[in-house]
């Protein structure tokens, strides 16, 4: 039954995966956002690249980890939601939103410790924000947060198909809200009352540090605004806004081998974000 689920999960998201980036990627080119630092021939290969290393890594060591834990917790009764009686929707929907709970805390985590920060700025030296953006992480930070989030399903007691869900639409968030698209402002301002638009998260990827500590959230807008993180647009505007990490914009900086190696090197100035943001 696991094999069957993970095998399910794997083909469930690569078409989401292939169906929301070819989306994205059509809007982008349609309507940008901001004018781009350098060409997509440039970085869309490695960043690309780095989410092929990241998909091997997690097919070698844990394929369908987040799922086996899940149906593992249902049969032996872990976790809250499995010492409740509630209906099967309810179950769902409930544990959807802890999880997206739990990612918005290890975001912010991941900006706080300085260990946990040299992994995650990977993600964020990017030096331009589109949908490519959204796959950018170092492998260990993919396993770690794939540890993270099998703890987080074990104490929820969270449904096998809720964790499937979940992933499903972490994935497509993720590179809807990296989109260097744009959006009616008047759409903007109420969609974001809902999810996580890209004008809202882009405020993330700015290189002043108090812009960076705001706007954690993934999926939802609620946990930023509830816990004080929420930042409605930055200071220079969309256009002006300095995106990625001081200190690591080079365009060396770009290939996959030096997004491999970056957490284990210092950036080539001491740029204001080369040390851990202090999270707020």
């Known amino acids: ?33 901001r004018r781009a630092r ?3 021939a440039l970085r869309w290969p490695h960043n690309l690249a780095l989410l092929a290393v990241d ?9 369908g980890a987040a799922i086996a834990v899940a149906l593992a917790g249902e049969t032996r009764g872990w976790g ?30 991941f ?19 589109d949908v490519t953006t959204g796959t950018r992480f170092h492998p260990l930070e993919i396993l770690l947060s794939l540890g993270i989030k099998c703890a987080a399903v074990t104490a929820i007691g969270a449904p ?14 993720a590179m809807f809200n990296h989109a260097n698209a744009r959006l009616p402002a008047g759409v903007d301002r ?33 946990w930023d605004r509830l816990f004080g993180t929420y930042r409605a647009q930055p200071v220079a505007g969309h256009a002006a806004m300095r995106i990625g990490v001081d200190g690591l914009q080079g365009a060396d900086e770009l290939r996959i081998g030096a997004l491999l190696t ?19």
């Open 1 to 33: 039954m696991i094999e069957s689920l993970t095998e399910h999960e794997a083909a469930l998201r690569l078409a989401a995966f292939g169906g929301v980036f070819a989306a994205v990627a059509l809007w982008e080119g349609l309507a940008p956002r």
């Open 38 to 40: 350098f060409a997509r």
């Open 55 to 63: 998909t091997f890594v997690v097919r070698l060591l844990a394929p």
């Open 80 to 109: 809250l939601l499995n010492a409740v009686a509630l209906p099967a929707w309810a179950e769902v929907l409930i544990a959807v939103v802890l999880l997206d709970l739990a990612i918005y805390f290890q975001h912010v985590v």
């Open 111 to 129: 900006h706080a410790v300085p260990a946990l920060w040299r992994l995650h700025r990977v993600h964020h030296a990017d030096p331009d924000f």
């Open 160 to 173: 096998a198909v809720a964790v499937l869900l979940f992933e499903v639409v972490l994935n497509a968030t």
């Open 190 to 222: 109420w969609l974001r009352w809902l999810v996580v638009t890209p004008d809202m998260h882009r405020v993330h990827h700015s290189a002043l540090p108090l812009e960076t500590n705001s706007n954690f959230g993934f999926n939802v807008p609620w």
């Open 262 to 280: 970056q957490p284990f090197r210092e950036a080539s100035e001491r740029g204001a974000l080369e040390r851990a943001p202090a999270a707020n």
